[in-house]
């Protein structure tokens, strides 16, 4: 242990070391990296046991400290489910409680990685462009405070704490689902630590490392229901257990400090160059996809994503979106077919045993369309190609945000962005759309100033309130 540095972290309770800091400790990280990690630890050994850190509540904190940090992760597949239990993590830390504690974790020499799944609205960056928002008031907060709120902030904070310390600085993994997720996240954190300490950026630009990431796992919202069925099937009593879907995917650009790292790939993890065109496939085919489905599902009343699946209007729909407008934008990563893909992505999203609400995957729509749906939509349009399907996706999210369904009913509209969303929504709907493309850190500015889409976009929507979304699924 090197002097100066706090060691009542280094060894967890368990007495096992951690070489992990994991930053928002959600079921999507707990379900897919913790996984791949234990499973790394199991074939090739290393001390990468993780200490996760909550940035909000206590609550997975709470629940997971009586079973000393162990939970069931439970792959649900369409014939049956199949439990496993974790043991990877080590410790957990709730920020808000004790951000000292936080820091002082991701400053041990043996952490060498920073792993985040944050969403994307916790990067506090403006998601038409991907750069620091300066103005977010954590970054505000932040500037003016060595215990940081934000995940930016702890990062800047710690690598600071680690350079004065003498210690190399620790990778910064991106586990969210944005594109060039490792060069924005790195961009972020430059752009923070130059309004800090000009110096400190310096010494990340040239010393750290913060590689891209393709994540993939379709991990649900664990409901109450959920945790009674597995109790009654397995005997134990879960507080906090993760159900996954059998599927998973990581891909990852091999750059680490000093290449330390768990042996990835020993467990299926895709060790890469370059993650973009993987970024590009899942990002427009799978959560494009998701989003487009989750705002007119939901409008047209249905549930979940498998419910939407068993649709057949929206079967057909999903099935143009990827062959007509998605994949003809898109350069395939090396050997994939993405035809395949696409017709993977139906099964998938057929898959009874996930009940993944339409509205969880509708949260936050104002941080995920830009990467999701308007790329693709504004390299359509460049290119002269019509892109009808994905137009009616963001009239949904549009009409979704207005917090009206189709029979006037309240829907609960989470987004960084809602009362200001909710605004927007005004009876003439070439009105609206004037206000929604007005929005500069959602729409590109090549969208901002298409005349033809902003007509596209306000037939889309009147149609959408005069015959509903199903409807104009089917009629696209
Ligand atoms: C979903 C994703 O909630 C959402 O927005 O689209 O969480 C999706 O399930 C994952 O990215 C799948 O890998």
């Not at 791949?36 to 050994?45: C, D, Q, R």
């Not at 369409?78 to 400053?107: C, K, N, Y």
């Not at 923070?192 to 630009?205: G, H, M, Q, S, T």
């Not at 309240?410 to 003439?428: M, Y």
């Amino acid at each position: 242990m090197e002097a100066g540095l706090p060691d009542r972290l280094h060894h967890a309770p368990s007495g096992k070391p951690a070489g992990i800091v994991h930053l928002g400790l959600g079921a999507f990280f707990r379900a897919h990296g913790a996984v791949y990690v234990a499973e790394a630890m199991e074939a090739s050994g290393g001390d990468w046991g993780i200490i996760g850190v909550s940035l909000q509540s206590p609550g997975t904190r709470d629940r997971l400290k009586p079973q000393g940090w162990a939970y069931t992760a439970v792959e649900m597949g369409p014939a049956g489910e199949s439990p496993r239990v974790m043991t990877i993590l080590r410790d957990v830390l709730v920020a808000p409680e004790d951000p000292q504690a936080v820091l002082d974790a991701m400053a041990l020499p043996d952490i060498r990685i920073v792993s985040l799944t944050v969403t994307e609205k916790g990067y506090c960056l403006e998601p038409s462009t991907g750069r620091l928002n300066a103005a977010h008031p954590d970054i505000v907060h932040d500037l003016a405070n060595p215990l940081p709120k934000s995940a930016p902030g702890f990062l800047v904070r710690a690598l600071q704490a680690r350079r004065d310390a003498g210690v190399a600085p620790f990778t910064v993994l991106c586990c969210d689902n944005l594109p060039e997720n490792g060069r924005v996240l790195r961009g972020v954190v430059l752009d923070l630590a130059r309004l800090i300490d000009p110096a400190l950026a310096d010494w990340i630009a040239a010393e750290g490392a913060f590689p891209c990431t393709m994540v993939d796992r379709i991990v649900p919202a664990t409901t109450p229901a959920d945790l009674d069925r597995l109790a009654a099937a397995t005997g134990l009593r879960d507080a906090a257990p993760v159900l996954h879907e059998p599927f998973r995917q990581w891909v990852v650009e091999d750059d680490f400090v000093g290449g330390a790292r768990p042996d990835l790939g020993a467990v299926g993890v895709q060790l890469v160059g370059d993650v973009t065109p993987f970024e590009h496939m899942k990002l427009r085919m799978l959560n494009g996809t998701h989003s487009a489905l989750a705002y007119l599902g939901n409008l047209a009343g249905h549930e979940t994503i498998a419910d939407v699946a068993a649709d057949p209007v929206f079967a057909a729909y999903a099935e143009r979106l990827w062959q007509s407008e998605i994949i003809p934008a898109l350069t395939p990563p090396p050997g994939v077919d993405l035809g395949d893909y696409a017709g993977a992505l139906a099964a998938r999203y057929a898959n009874p045993a996930i009940r993944h609400r339409t509205w969880q995957i509708a949260m936050d729509g104002s941080q995920k369309l830009p990467q999701r749906i308007l790329a693709t939509i504004a390299e359509s349009r460049a290119a002269g190609r019509d892109v009808p399907g994905l137009t009616l996706a963001v009239a949904g999210w549009m009409r979704f945000a207005s917090g009206r369904d189709e029979d006037g009913a309240a829907i609960e509209v989470k987004d960084p962005l809602a009362p200001q969303l909710a605004a927007l929504w005004q009876q003439d709907a070439g009105a609206t759309v004037a206000g929604f493309l007005a929005l500069t850190q959602v729409f590109p500015e090549a969208l901002r100033r298409d005349a033809g889409f902003a007509g596209d976009l306000t037939a889309a929507l009147s149609g959408l309130v005069a015959r509903g979304a199903r409807a104009m699924a089917a009629a696209v």
